[in-house]
C-alpha cells in the first residue's frame, strides 16, 4: 500500500513537472517568436539598426533560455536555434539583410521545432 502511494505521488510530481515545462516552454518560444517577426520586418525594410538590435536581444533571450531548454528538448535541437542566431548575427554585420531574412526564417522554423519536440527526458538531464 505505501509503495502504491509512492508510485502515485511519483507519477503526480512528473505529470505536474512536464505541465510546468511544456507552460515554460511555450512562454519563452512565443517570446522569441514575436522578436523574430519584429527583426524580419525591419530587415526587410534595411533598417540596419534595429535589426541588429532585435538580433542582440534574441540571443540573450535565447543565453538565458537555453539551459531550460536543454533539460526539454534534444541538444541538437537547441544547438540548430544557436546555430541560426549566430548565422543572423554575422550575416548582420555585413549588412546582407537577404541573408539574415532567409536565416531568420530558418531561426523561426528552429524555434517552432523545440516546441512540437518537447518532453522531459532523463538523458536530457544528465
Not at 3 to 8: C, D, G, P, R, T
Not at 60 to 67: M, V
Not at 98 to 109: G, I, R, S, T
Request: charged share 20%.
Amino acid at each position: 500500500m505505501k509503495s502504491l502511494k509512492i508510485a502515485i505521488g511519483l507519477f503526480i510530481a512528473l505529470l505536474l513537472t512536464n505541465i510546468y515545462m511544456f507552460n515554460y516552454l511555450k512562454e519563452t518560444v512565443t517570446s522569441v517568436s514575436i522578436k523574430i517577426e519584429a527583426a524580419k520586418l525591419s530587415a526587410a525594410d534595411e533598417d540596419f539598426d534595429k535589426t541588429m538590435s532585435i538580433l542582440h536581444e534574441i540571443q540573450n533571450d535565447i543565453d538565458q533560455y537555453q539551459n531550460i531548454w536543454h533539460i526539454m528538448v534534444n541538444h541538437g535541437e537547441v544547438d540548430e536555434v544557436q546555430t541560426s542566431i549566430a548565422r543572423c548575427l554575422g550575416y548582420g554585420e555585413k549588412q546582407n539583410f537577404n541573408d539574415v531574412l532567409a536565416n531568420l526564417y530558418e531561426l523561426e522554423f528552429n524555434i517552432g521545432n523545440l516546441l512540437e519536440r518537447e518532453y522531459v527526458n532523463i538523458s536530457n538531464i544528465f
